[in-house]
């Protein structure tokens, strides 16, 4: 059993006095490995928050060095940084802030050959990547693991979210059947993926302790231009060539467990 030391009380102390986030809550989190995928724009701002907020295994995976392009936004890639591993600036911005946790960074591009590795012993993944390509990966170790993600999506002003928790809702292939049309260079304000990498780490947060309602089955989306914030429901497809095959194992797992 693990213990939090008399630092990690003192640095926790005050979400620790939130309902339903005690000192065994904050074990859990500890204890629990967070996988985020793409250290940029989402991925900063994420990884950040959650390693302040005491997970106790944060592992980086970007392939990326950074560019002077990318200061605007991806916040923990700094001047002095321009041209090193994102995944190792990050590592050393979250360690200066919480030493008491691990942060492991793997320069690495996210392929169909690695991806099972990368996510395992996941207990969330953190969607912040950049294109559908790698985004439908991760929905297929998602559901292969039941391993739950959090997918977030930005342009200029607009971002987008949802929570997918295999068993639970549907998956991103049958909420986006087909990826939607990306540029390479597509404009982005830096508050908006600064915004919804702290709602994706608080969605992980969340998840891990089993506090509130996750977006499980539910899209958020928002415009910071008008400040208008939606969310609509997102249904499963019963005919979704990613997780229909799982759900009914699922069923069948479960008749035979009675
Ligand atoms: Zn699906």
């Known amino acids: 059993m693990i213990n939090l030391s008399n630092s990690e009380m003192e640095r926790y102390d005050r979400q620790m006095r939130i309902s339903g986030w005690g000192e065994e809550d904050q074990k859990k989190l500890k204890q629990s490995k967070v996988v985020i995928m793409g250290v940029g ?45 994102k995944v190792l600036s990050a590592k050393e911005k979250i360690g200066e802030l919480n030493p008491e946790i691990k942060v492991e960074a793997l320069k690495t591009e996210i392929t169909e050959q690695n991806i099972d590795e990368l996510a395992s012993g996941a207990t969330v993944i953190v969607d912040a990547m950049d294109n559908f390509k790698v985004r439908f990966m ?24 949802t929570t997918i928790v295999p068993g639970k809702g549907p998956c991103l292939k049958c909420i986006f059947p087909v990826a939607p049309p990306e540029a390479e260079r ?42 208008t914030f939606i969310t609509c429901e997102a249904k499963g497809d019963s005919n979704c060539p990613v997780c229909k095959e799982h759900r009914a194992k699922r069923k069948t797992d479960k008749k035979t467990a009675l």
């Not at 991760?138 to 979210?161: L, T």
């Open 186 to 227: 597509f404009p982005v304000a830096g508050v908006t993926p600064g915004m919804l990498g702290i709602l994706q780490a608080a969605e992980a947060i969340k998840l891990i302790l089993g506090i509130g309602e996750p977006l499980i089955g539910r899209l958020l989306f928002f415009d910071l231009e008008d400040m």
């Open 138 to 161: 991760i929905n297929e170790v998602s559901v292969k693991r039941g391993i739950p993600f959090i997918h977030a999506a930005i342009y200029g002003f607009q971002g987008q979210m």
């Open 41 to 85: 724009g989402l991925g900063c701002p994420a990884s950040i928050y959650l390693g302040a907020a005491g997970i106790g295994n944060l592992v980086l995976v970007d392939k990326e060095n950074s560019e002077l392009s990318n200061l605007k936004r991806q916040i923990l890639h700094w001047q002095k940084d321009i041209g090193k591993p």
